[in-house]
């Protein structure tokens, strides 16, 4: 049959008559060849020394004569034409008569020819087709390579070869070289064919492996239709052939083959190995694959051969085991191109355990998403299944209760809820004594109300507005207690001392019962923190029989807080003072405003010091109006108390509505009268101990005031005294002891160990050196002041220069200047040989740099530390000073005088010089703070220098 393929090619080429003698011997040994070759419908393999020898003969031919005999023996004409239809198919030669008969009759089932040589070129991109395997689908849709399919189908030659891509991303259903595909595939028959005109789908089904043996082959499909020569076009024709069977045979022994012409190679190999092993392991691994997935095995039973068992059919198994792996497109292809059947069924061993393994995570992951999912839709279907029951029983709840309102109105028991709403208002209102204008608004609101669907938000809304209206207290006062002695004990028994507060509180009842009306005020209480300032009011609310109230304005910052919001807000509510009325159910009660000197500053939302304005304008507070409530609000009859511990921060206009009251800090015997009388009692009763178990000695109180509770107010003290019987209370609970003395001795057991323990920087203040006394927000506190000289970088007839350190606000830096500029001319008049500050470079520091420190009262300390380091001379020891300074040395009145001659007794300071306009303030002090003080006071800084300098005489003011 081949001997007459090349012999009918050879007639079809008459150019190639010159060395045809030499061809035609060629291709006697070339049919010798296919003589040996046994067509089957197994699988062939190359063997290499035949493939080697084919690969020379065919190079021996030109290729465009290969074209020409391929296209003559596919033409049909002449005996070889009339030989090759027969290759074709039986049936074809009819097909070709017929060949605009109905296409799926050249489908219909042949018999599949064993040599096939020029067949359609399909391209696959993912997978390989594997031999034997059963209908795989695919779609093309390349005009050219649709119309090659469909003619040769009418042809009756539904035949293809399936390649894969080398490049998997390569969309191209056809190719231009065969460089861009593998060069084995498999030959596939078209059992079913759908024409859909731009698109044409083909189910295939693989017999057998094929090799390309056109490498470069221009496009072969012209020959058909047009012998013209063209450029390089897309490959739509290939030439293919069978690559040999491969026979194996299950025996250790030697199996000689004999006997053709043609000895360069053997068709016939052996094979010395066993299969069995490696087959069963392989059959295994499948049988472990498709018990994990079930579509493996819908796989599997689809390409079963019913002829053959797998086991024996070792190269069908190697096949079908690559074809159910998801191994790569390469591995898979290097599976079909091996020709060695124990390498082959190694790689397919390798790709099926990793398979495998593959299989069992999938598994197990999808085990666990499965359990996960079970979860939770058996969790939804039970939070469906309880909101379903919940929804039942709610509707049911609702229908029975509509029945029940339904029968209860027939019966006149029951009025509707919108009626019984507005009855309950007009109850609430019976109560009170509502203004005329207030009384308005709530009957034109409950109006409204009447004509509004219950389940409206607005209906809402307005409920909740007459709900506020009804409920202030309107015309309901707390009866005012005009008892002065009542009021007296009430306040002495919760406060020790604060004099100046209790007095204007019996002056404020004084005034209501002379004028037999209660008024209301505004006061204010500033002062350190600890003083009982807070503490105070509530007193005050108890001794007047007054409703009591407080809320923090520290860090507020919008002014709904205090005036409310608009009702148009969704969650609107009042502002702070109407709350207060509703809870206190009162007009008159007693407020306290706490915190007021840090109230928020300016922002988006307002300013709510501004908002206080009115609140605390005893002219404006009687017509308060509420954003919520928008109805005027008589506020006159409250008393409202604030509380600051500094007013600088404090609002000019708003700190002129107030009447303000200093509240001072303690010094060491009011400490000890109030710890005595007040905290260790109170202090004993929340911590249970009985009276006479834990005693604390008058000695070990004072040594607690001095080095461990320095402040002004007694709130260290309270928790210091609370450490003491806490560790008291265990050691007696613990069994240590049965009684505890506090004493001196064992103070530090209890609360450690002391923390102030000098009282002043300087025992003994040299030249430049001299001590002053200040004001600070938590009480006074002693300082010294530091003047020396420093090198000088310049000449010494320039004028001499100053630094200052020390932490200093602005005020007082002009103050060193003031106290400067009258040093040099008090020393250059008192003592014109003296030079010094002309030309001296000084340098004044104020100790404690990391503490601010500003204001006037300290220029008579800054004028004595220039004129001491001028002098050489140290000042008067023992003595602390305070007083402003002028530039002529006039001693101006300073503030703070009870707090700044506090702190110089807690110095142990036995003089202390003022300014002459403070005198009045000193003799208001308590005596024992100015017991054992030896006190002057100074109008002109020349009288402070003879108390300073006593030694030292000068001229006096006059002179």
Same mark, same amino acid.
Request: hydrophobic share 40%; glycine share 6%.
């Given at each position: ?29 070339? %049919? ?36 020409? /005999?391929?296209?003559? +023996? ?95 991303? *390569? ?48 496009? $072969? ?23 040999? &069977? ?31 092993? @490696? ?18 095995? &819908? ?91 919940? $929804? ?13 309102? /339904? ?12 009626? /019984? ?11 009170? *004594? ?40 309107? =015309? ?64 005050? /609310? ?20 205090? !005036? ?81 511990? $500094? ?38 009763? &929340? ?14 109180? &004072? ?49 450690? !160990? ?16 001299? @001590? =002053? ?100 001379? +140290? ?20 503030? =703070? ?9 807690? %110095?142990? $300071? ?50």
């Amino acid at each position: 049959m081949a001997w007459r393929l090349l012999r009918g090619a050879l007639i079809a080429a008459p150019e190639f008559v010159v060395g045809k003698a030499e061809l035609l011997g060629q291709a006697r040994k070339f %049919a010798t060849v296919c003589a040996v070759l046994r067509c089957s419908s197994n699988r062939k393999l190359w063997n290499t020394d035949f493939g080697s020898f084919r690969n020379n003969w065919c190079i021996s031919f030109d290729s465009h004569f290969w074209g020409k /005999a391929c296209c003559a +023996s596919f033409s049909g004409s002449g005996e070889n034409g009339s030989n090759y239809s027969t290759l074709g198919g039986e049936a074809s030669s009819q097909a070709a008569k017929n060949e605009h008969d109905d296409p799926a009759a050249a489908l219909a089932p042949v018999v599949v020819p064993n040599v096939f040589p020029v067949v359609p070129l399909l391209l696959v991109g993912r997978r390989p087709v594997f031999p034997k395997t059963t209908l795989t689908i695919m779609h093309i849709i390349n005009p050219s390579l649709i119309h090659l399919i469909r003619r040769k189908v009418k042809l009756g030659q539904p035949y293809a070869g399936v390649f894969l891509k080398k490049d998997e991303n *390569n969309e191209k259903e056809v190719i231009e070289s065969l460089n861009e595909i593998y060069n084995v595939g498999t030959f596939v028959q078209i059992r079913e064919m759908q024409d859909f005109g731009d698109r044409l789908g083909m189910v295939l089904e693989g017999h057998r492996q094929e090799h390309d043996s056109i490498l470069g082959e221009p496009d $072969v499909a012209k020959f058909e239709t047009d012998d013209s020569k063209n450029d390089k076009k897309p490959i739509l024709l290939v030439e293919t052939e069978n690559l040999p &069977e491969l026979k194996y045979e299950y025996t250790e022994e030697l199996k000689v083959s004999i006997g053709y012409e043609v000895v360069e190679m053997s068709l016939c190999q052996v094979i010395l190995f066993s299969f069995q092993a @490696m087959t069963q392991e392989i059959l295994k691994t499948v049988r472990d694959i498709a018990a994990i997935n079930p579509l493996i095995r &819908e796989t599997i039973m689809q390409n079963l051969p019913t002829t053959q068992r797998v086991v024996d059919n070792p190269v069908f198994l190697s096949d079908l085991g690559c074809m159910l792996t998801s191994a790569k497109a390469e591995e898979m292809q290097n599976v079909l191109e091996e020709m060695n059947i124990k390498s082959r069924l190694m790689m397919v061993l390798g790709l099926l355990k990793k398979e495998l393994e593959i299989s069992k995570l999938q598994a197990k992951i999808g085990k666990m998403v499965c359990g996960f999912v079970v979860a939770v839709v058996f969790v939804e279907c039970r939070i469906d299944f309880q909101v379903e029951d919940k $929804v039942k029983q709610q509707h049911k709840k609702h229908l029975l209760y509509e029945q029940l309102k /339904a029968i209860k109105k027939e019966l006149g028991v029951e009025k509707e809820d919108k009626d /019984a709403v507005v009855e309950k208002f007009q109850e609430r209102l019976k109560e009170l *004594n509502v203004p005329a204008h207030v009384k308005e608004v709530i009957d034109e609101e409950l109006q409204k109300l009447s004509f509004l669907d219950p389940h409206s938000s607005e209906f809402n809304v307005s409920r909740n507005y007459l709900d506020w209206l009804t409920k202030m207290p309107w =015309g309901r006062q707390t009866e005012e207690n005009f008892d002065l002695s009542r009021a007296k004990t009430v306040l002495d028994n919760d406060h020790y001392g604060m004099d100046d507060v209790k007095e204007r509180i019996f002056e404020f009842i004084a005034v209501s019962k002379m004028k037999g009306s209660v008024q209301g005020k505004i006061i204010c209480l500033h002062g350190p923190p600890g003083v009982g300032k807070t503490s105070i009011a509530r007193s005050i /609310a108890t001794a007047l029989n007054r409703e009591y109230f407080r809320f923090s304005v520290g860090g507020m910052t919008d002014v709904a807080e205090i !005036k409310g919001h608009r009702r148009t807000y969704v969650g609107s509510m009042p502002g702070k003072i109407i709350q207060c009325l509703k809870k206190v159910m009162s007009e008159n009660p007693l407020i306290l405003i706490d915190e007021i000197d840090k109230i928020g500053h300016a922002s988006y939302h307002g300013d709510p010091t501004s908002a206080l304005l009115e609140l605390l304008d005893p002219q404006q507070n009687c017509n308060f109006l509420d954003h919520y409530l928008d109805v005027a609000v008589d506020l006159s009859k409250v008393l409202f108390i604030c509380t600051a511990n $500094v007013i600088n921060t404090i609002p000019e206009p708003l700190r002129d509505r107030m009447e303000m009251i200093e509240v001072s800090g303690y010094v060491a015997e009011e400490k000890l009268n109030i710890a005595k009388k007040y905290l260790i009692p109170q202090t004993m009763a &929340e911590c249970g101990i009985k009276d006479g178990i834990i005693s604390i000695e008058n000695n070990s109180l &004072e040594l607690l005031i001095k080095q461990y509770c320095r402040e002004s107010g007694v709130r260290n003290l309270r928790k210091q005294i609370e450490k003491i019987l806490r560790k008291g209370a265990y050691k007696l609970t613990s069994g240590q002891a049965e009684r505890l003395v506090i004493t001196t001795e064992n103070l530090h057991e209890y609360v450690g !160990k002391p923390i102030f323990i000098h009282d002043r920087l300087y025992d003994y203040t040299p030249p430049g050196v001299v @001590m =002053g006394m200040a004001w600070t927000g938590m009480g006074g506190s002693t300082f010294f002041i530091e003047t020396s000289t420093r090198k000088s970088q310049e000449s010494a007839d320039k004028e001499g220069s100053m630094v200052i350190t020390g932490h200093l606000g602005d005020v007082m830096k002009e103050s060193v200047l003031i106290a400067h500029t009258f040093a040099k001319q008090f020393v250059s008049k008192q003592f014109p040989d003296n030079r010094f500050l002309e030309s001296a470079q000084l340098h004044i520091h104020v100790p404690q740099g990391g503490v601010p420190k500003d204001g006037p009262s300290a220029g008579c300390t800054l004028v004595s530390s220039i004129i001491s380091l001028a002098l050489g001379k +140290s000042v008067r020891q023992n003595i602390a000073m305070t007083g402003e300074i002028s530039l002529t040395g006039k001693i101006l009145p300073v503030g =703070g005088i009870k707090e700044k001659v506090i702190a110089a007794r807690r %110095a142990e $300071v036995t003089g202390i010089v003022l300014p002459e306009g403070n005198r009045n303030d000193f003799f208001d002090l308590p005596k024992f703070i100015a017991n054992g003080l030896e006190v002057h006071f100074v109008d002109h800084y020349s009288d402070l220098f003879k108390i300073l300098f006593p030694s030292m005489e000068i001229f006096s003011q006059s002179d």
